[in-house]
Every structure is written in structure tokens, then in C-alpha cells.
């Protein structure tokens, strides 16, 4: 069986495809680069993360954007005919007053690891965009339109624009050609593929929250009209339908299903297998209940598929609820290598796993300087939207431990080094050695962000010896603390327990759509010079646990 989430964590708005026996993953990374992490398998049940589509931090510049900005929502395909890859992605850089300033681009390579080619602009009517690459040859971006006038029902409609490979740009304005195929609102994340002669338009509705779903309509023209699938949704958490077009709310926590611990299905993307087999991926969450808080950000799982005599796709167990247990493809195992939960830097590259927010970790962070240490170069504040030193992965599991030596002689009070818990820039809390002209000497003590509110734990503040540190922190459930040590056995508790929940999208007011992050960060707030090393990164996550 394949249990979901398959891909756990941070790993929304998934898009999946298939090269031959080859299958591929792409999914949302908004503020956060590398952009677009891209996971392989060839049996659909071990995957890897293979590698990244967006690695120059300069364009798209993701700089100054305030969190959940960012890359949104990439397509992944592969063109049979031209024997490319192609990304589209949209870089959303505002939603200020409903306008949701987004430029949507498109990428191409010859092989999943690049070299990708210059991004192309297409348009910047909506976002979710995607691509069909039809068997004329012709090319069509679907997107939803985002709608910003008054009286009009929002977020908008699903829109179409035929696209000139040749002349690198669409052809004409997009149409509106797609209310949705029920009637919960808040319509996106159209994909739009070919089969057997009819157009199918999958999206998801309800808004990508407690009543999200995949629903599908299909069409003889590209163009339309669109018939909506006459079970209703494909996939959803939430079955009891609803109309809800008048509420563009997208999280709406009364929908939340007790019945379900996979909770905001939605946003899906199929495949067929050669064997005759289909499965689909879609973004759920886990929240905390009665909290209906999703720390771990929303994720990515599978369900198994079956397409109807009469040419409509549906879940193999014959329903529509998202289900933790899937049937897994009749397909031979092919184990592949997984994430390592210890890594002691001493690889000559620094590993695919780690994040940063805005730039490339390979920005401020490298294993060369320091044979078998990471050495990280301070940059500005956690708080701040623009350069910030924090080498971070994704938290998989309310049930971890991460751990971390580190090596860091701060000279001026402007200079932190230490171990993170991150939501946002707004959302952190920072287990740091620094230079305290009150104790004379360097200290450690925790400094929380809560909702852009800092305080300062002076009470945790502690003097200690001129040596390196060890550093740990434990989320176990909707309890998280900080512990230090000078020779990582005799530990010691520093501040009080927080409360995980907390960092998730329903308690942040400055950031949504991603996820919790874990990592560790060097701040020079006097000359962006002073440099932390940190001897390993330890993340023990127990993955079978339930979230609490």
C-alpha cells in the first residue's frame, strides 16, 4: 500500500508527469530557493528529490516579496513531440487589495536536470497557469483569471489563450471559458489534457482549504463548453457538497471533516501508467485537531484512479474521499535514496535539501572553507524580506528532533548565530550565541517573532565559555522546546514550552501556503561578515506518528 502523505511537509500544488518509465513531482516553493524541487520515482512509491528547476536567485529576483509570494504553483509536462520538458510557474510579487499582480513564464530542457532555457512571458491574467501540448501540434495556456472588479463573482474564472512556441508569445487575450463543475467558488488550478478525443479540464474548488476539491469537466473543443463530471468531485476531504461562490474565503474551517485525517484535498494532477493504471497527486493537510492548525504546511499525496466506461475519471474505491491507504501501482519496487536524516557536511556540495528564503543557500553557505563543517556568512535580521542567512529543511513531522554543533564567536551584540524554528519572517523562534554587553561575554538565550511581535526572552539569556555549542530543538506534538550543551549528552532546557500549532497557515497573519521549516542561521547586523560553523544537522523525525 502507499500511505499518504507521500510527500510529507512543505510540498503543495503538486503536478505530476510521465517521461516513459519515469515519473515526476513538481511542486509550489513561493518564497523559498531553490525554486521548484522536482521528485522522481519509477514504481510511483519511493520518491526522490532529484533536483531543482530554479537556481539563479536573480531571476526570478524574489527579494523584498513579503512571505507566500513567490513561485507558485508550477506545471510540469513533458512534450512527446518536441522531446522537451516544459515548466510554466507563476511568480505572484502582490496581492495588495485584491489585485494579485502575478507574471506567469515558461521554461523548456532536454532532460528533468536542466539546462533550462530562458523563462518566457506569458501572462499575467491569473495564476495556476498550465499547459497543453495537443496532437495538432498547437500549444494553450489555461489559467484562472483572477477577477478584481466589483459585482463579480470571485476569485474568478478559468481562462484560455493559445501560445506560439515560434513567436514565444500567446495569441490573442485569454477567454473565459470555465465556471467550475460545482458550486463551491473559489475555482483554480486548472490542468487541461487530451484523451481519446475529449478535452478534460481538471481544477480544484472550494478554495485550498477545509472544502477543497479536484473536480473535472471535459469538452470535444478545446474551446468548450465544458460539461461538469455528473458525480461531482473527484477528490475531496469534505464530500457533502455546498454552494459557495458568494464566499471567497479560501480556508472555510466549517467544512473541516472529523471523519478524514487527510483534510484540504484538492489541486490534483493525473497520470496514466503504461499498464493501463491511473493515479492522481493532490495537496492535503494534517492539522492539529480541535485546533484546525496545519503546521506542517500542506502536502502532497496520491489515490488511485479509474477511468468509466463512458470516458469520466474517478477514485478506484468507487467514492470520492481522499483516502490515507492507496493501493500501490502493479509496478516492479525501485528503492531510491532517501533525504539523510544526519549529515556532517562532509560531501564536497552542500545537500539538495536545504532552503533558504528569497536566495540560494549557496548565496551565504559553503563545506568548503571548513572540511566536514557548513560555514554560513551573516546577513540580515530573520525578520527581514530581503538577504537572510537561515540554511533550512522542511519539517516532515510534529514528532523531531534536530540537533546541530556549532562553532560561532560573536565580538559585537549585532552578531547571532544558532538553531531555528520557522514559519515566516513574522514567525520564529531563534536559539542564538551572541555578544551580551550585560554579561560581558558571549551568551545564548531564544528570541520569538509571533506574528511580527518580537520578544526578547531576556530570562533564558546565559553566559557561556568561548567554545563551541551544541544546539537542539524537540517538536513533539503541539509541544516544542530548545535545549543547549557543551558536549551533547548533558543537556540543558532554555526557555519555556511553546506551542507548535502556532506555526502553521490558520495562525500566521503575515504568511500562508507554506510550511514549517527548521534550520540554522548566522545574522550580522554590523557588516554582514562574521561567520558560524555548524560541525553536522541532525533530523530525527518519526514519519509513522500521527499528527497529535
Given at each position: 500500500?502507499l500511505?499518504?502523505?507521500i510527500?510529507?511537509?512543505?510540498n503543495?500544488?503538486?503536478a505530476?508527469?510521465?517521461?516513459?518509465d519515469?515519473?515526476y513531482?513538481?511542486?509550489?516553493t513561493?518564497?523559498?530557493m531553490?525554486?521548484?524541487p522536482i521528485?522522481h520515482?519509477r514504481d510511483?512509491?519511493?520518491?526522490e528529490?532529484?533536483?531543482?528547476?530554479l537556481t539563479?536567485?536573480?531571476?526570478?529576483?524574489?527579494?523584498?516579496?513579503?512571505?507566500?509570494?513567490g513561485i507558485?504553483?508550477p506545471?510540469?509536462?513533458?512534450?512527446?513531440?518536441?522531446?522537451?520538458?516544459?515548466?510554466?510557474?507563476?511568480?505572484?510579487?502582490?496581492m495588495n487589495?485584491?489585485?494579485?499582480?502575478v507574471?506567469?513564464y515558461?521554461i523548456?530542457?532536454?532532460?528533468?536536470?536542466?539546462p533550462?532555457s530562458?523563462?518566457?512571458y506569458?501572462?499575467?491574467?491569473?495564476?495556476?497557469?498550465?499547459?497543453?501540448h495537443d496532437?495538432d501540434?498547437?500549444?494553450y495556456?489555461?489559467?484562472?483569471?483572477w477577477?478584481?472588479?466589483?459585482?463579480?463573482?470571485?476569485?474568478?474564472?478559468i481562462?484560455?489563450v493559445e501560445?506560439?512556441?515560434e513567436a514565444?508569445?500567446v495569441?490573442?487575450y485569454p477567454?473565459?471559458?470555465?465556471?467550475g463543475?460545482t458550486d463551491?467558488?473559489?475555482?483554480?488550478?486548472p490542468?487541461?489534457t487530451?484523451?481519446?478525443?475529449?478535452y478534460?479540464l481538471?481544477?480544484a474548488?472550494?478554495?485550498t482549504g477545509?472544502?477543497?476539491?479536484?473536480t473535472?469537466?471535459r469538452?470535444r473543443?478545446?474551446w468548450?463548453p465544458y460539461?461538469p463530471?455528473?458525480n461531482?468531485?473527484?477528490?475531496?476531504?469534505?464530500?457533502?457538497?455546498?454552494?459557495?461562490?458568494?464566499d471567497?474565503?479560501?480556508?472555510k474551517p466549517?467544512?473541516?471533516?472529523?471523519?478524514?485525517?487527510l483534510?484540504?484535498?484538492g489541486?490534483?494532477?493525473?497520470v496514466?501508467?503504461?499498464?493501463?493504471e491511473?493515479?492522481?497527486v493532490h495537496?492535503?493537510?494534517?492539522?492539529f485537531?480541535p485546533e484546525?492548525?496545519?503546521?506542517?504546511?500542506?502536502?502532497t499525496?496520491?489515490?488511485?484512479m479509474t477511468w468509466t466506461?463512458d470516458?469520466?475519471?474517478?477514485m478506484a474505491?468507487?467514492?470520492n474521499?481522499a483516502?490515507?491507504?492507496?493501493?500501490?501501482?502493479?509496478?516492479p519496487?525501485?528503492?531510491v535514496?532517501e533525504t539523510?536524516?544526519?549529515?556532517?557536511?562532509?560531501?564536497?556540495?552542500l545537500?539538495?535539501w536545504?532552503?533558504a528564503?528569497?536566495?540560494?543557500p549557496?548565496?551565504?553557505?559553503t563545506?568548503e572553507e571548513r572540511?566536514?563543517w557548513?560555514?554560513?556568512?551573516g546577513?540580515?535580521?530573520?525578520?527581514?524580506?530581503?538577504?537572510v542567512?537561515?540554511?533550512a529543511?522542511?519539517?516532515?513531522?510534529?514528532?523531531?528532533?534536530?540537533t546541530t554543533?556549532?562553532d560561532?564567536?560573536p565580538?559585537?551584540?549585532?552578531?547571532?548565530?544558532?538553531?531555528v524554528?520557522?514559519y515566516?519572517?513574522?514567525?520564529?523562534?531563534f536559539?542564538?550565541?551572541?555578544?551580551?554587553?550585560?554579561l560581558?561575554?558571549?551568551?545564548?538565550?531564544?528570541?520569538?517573532?509571533e506574528?511580527?511581535?518580537?520578544?526578547?526572552?531576556?530570562d533564558?539569556?546565559?553566559?557561556v565559555?568561548d567554545r563551541p555549542l551544541?544546539?537542539?530543538?524537540?517538536?513533539d506534538?503541539r509541544?516544542?522546546?530548545?535545549a543547549?550543551?557543551?558536549?551533547g549528552?548533558?543537556?540543558?532546557?532554555?526557555?519555556?514550552?511553546?506551542?507548535?500549532?502556532?506555526f502553521?497557515?490558520?495562525?500566521?497573519?503575515?504568511?500562508e501556503?507554506?510550511g514549517?521549516?527548521?534550520?540554522?542561521?548566522?545574522?550580522d547586523a554590523?557588516?554582514?561578515?562574521?561567520?558560524?560553523?555548524f560541525?553536522?544537522?541532525d533530523y530525527q523525525?518519526d514519519?509513522?506518528r500521527?499528527?497529535?
Amino acid at each position: 500500500m502507499l500511505h499518504n502523505p507521500i510527500l510529507p511537509g512543505f510540498n503543495p500544488d503538486p503536478a505530476i508527469c510521465r517521461k516513459g518509465d519515469d515519473y515526476y513531482i513538481a511542486v509550489s516553493t513561493f518564497e523559498w530557493m531553490p525554486g521548484i524541487p522536482i521528485y522522481h520515482s519509477r514504481d510511483m512509491k519511493h520518491w526522490e528529490l532529484l533536483t531543482h528547476v530554479l537556481t539563479d536567485d536573480t531571476n526570478p529576483n524574489l527579494t523584498k516579496l513579503p512571505s507566500a509570494k513567490g513561485i507558485w504553483a508550477p506545471c510540469l509536462t513533458y512534450d512527446e513531440q518536441a522531446g522537451l520538458f516544459t515548466v510554466v510557474y507563476g511568480v505572484m510579487n502582490s496581492m495588495n487589495a485584491r489585485y494579485f499582480d502575478v507574471e506567469n513564464y515558461l521554461i523548456t530542457a532536454p532532460s528533468i536536470e536542466g539546462p533550462w532555457s530562458e523563462p518566457v512571458y506569458l501572462t499575467s491574467s491569473g495564476f495556476d497557469a498550465s499547459i497543453l501540448h495537443d496532437d495538432d501540434g498547437r500549444k494553450y495556456i489555461v489559467s484562472l483569471e483572477w477577477e478584481t472588479r466589483e459585482g463579480y463573482e470571485k476569485p474568478g474564472v478559468i481562462c484560455l489563450v493559445e501560445y506560439d512556441p515560434e513567436a514565444r508569445h500567446v495569441i490573442g487575450y485569454p477567454k473565459r471559458i470555465w465556471r467550475g463543475a460545482t458550486d463551491r467558488g473559489c475555482i483554480e488550478a486548472p490542468h487541461l489534457t487530451k484523451r481519446n478525443g475529449w478535452y478534460y479540464l481538471m481544477c480544484a474548488e472550494g478554495g485550498t482549504g477545509y472544502n477543497h476539491a479536484v473536480t473535472m469537466g471535459r469538452s470535444r473543443n478545446v474551446w468548450g463548453p465544458y460539461e461538469p463530471d455528473p458525480n461531482g468531485p473527484l477528490v475531496t476531504s469534505q464530500p457533502v457538497e455546498s454552494n459557495e461562490r458568494a464566499d471567497d474565503d479560501h480556508l472555510k474551517p466549517r467544512y473541516f471533516n472529523p471523519d478524514s485525517v487527510l483534510q484540504k484535498s484538492g489541486h490534483g494532477s493525473y497520470v496514466d501508467l503504461p499498464n493501463g493504471e491511473t493515479y492522481l497527486v493532490h495537496l492535503t493537510s494534517r492539522p492539529f485537531v480541535p485546533e484546525l492548525r496545519c503546521t506542517l504546511g500542506r502536502e502532497t499525496a496520491i489515490q488511485k484512479m479509474t477511468w468509466t466506461d463512458d470516458g469520466w475519471l474517478r477514485m478506484a474505491d468507487g467514492s470520492n474521499l481522499a483516502k490515507l491507504d492507496v493501493e500501490e501501482p502493479n509496478l516492479p519496487d525501485v528503492p531510491v535514496r532517501e533525504t539523510p536524516s544526519f549529515d556532517d557536511f562532509d560531501d564536497a556540495e552542500l545537500g539538495n535539501w536545504y532552503y533558504a528564503p528569497r536566495i540560494m543557500p549557496g548565496s551565504f553557505a559553503t563545506v568548503e572553507e571548513r572540511r566536514g563543517w557548513v560555514r554560513l556568512r551573516g546577513q540580515e535580521s530573520l525578520a527581514s524580506l530581503n538577504r537572510v542567512s537561515l540554511l533550512a529543511r522542511k519539517l516532515t513531522s510534529v514528532h523531531a528532533t534536530v540537533t546541530t554543533k556549532m562553532d560561532f564567536a560573536p565580538e559585537v551584540y549585532q552578531h547571532h548565530a544558532g538553531l531555528v524554528l520557522y514559519y515566516d519572517n513574522m514567525n520564529n523562534i531563534f536559539l542564538s550565541k551572541y555578544w551580551s554587553e550585560t554579561l560581558g561575554g558571549p551568551a545564548i538565550s531564544l528570541t520569538r517573532l509571533e506574528n511580527g511581535e518580537k520578544t526578547e526572552m531576556v530570562d533564558t539569556r546565559t553566559a557561556v565559555d568561548d567554545r563551541p555549542l551544541y544546539l537542539r530543538v524537540t517538536v513533539d506534538g503541539r509541544r516544542t522546546w530548545f535545549a543547549w550543551s557543551y558536549d551533547g549528552d548533558d543537556w540543558q532546557r532554555i526557555g519555556p514550552d511553546f506551542d507548535t500549532t502556532t506555526f502553521s497557515d490558520e495562525y500566521c497573519k503575515y504568511g500562508e501556503f507554506t510550511g514549517t521549516m527548521v534550520g540554522l542561521a548566522c545574522t550580522d547586523a554590523a557588516l554582514h561578515e562574521r561567520t558560524a560553523d555548524f560541525d553536522f544537522f541532525d533530523y530525527q523525525a518519526d514519519e509513522s506518528r500521527p499528527v497529535a
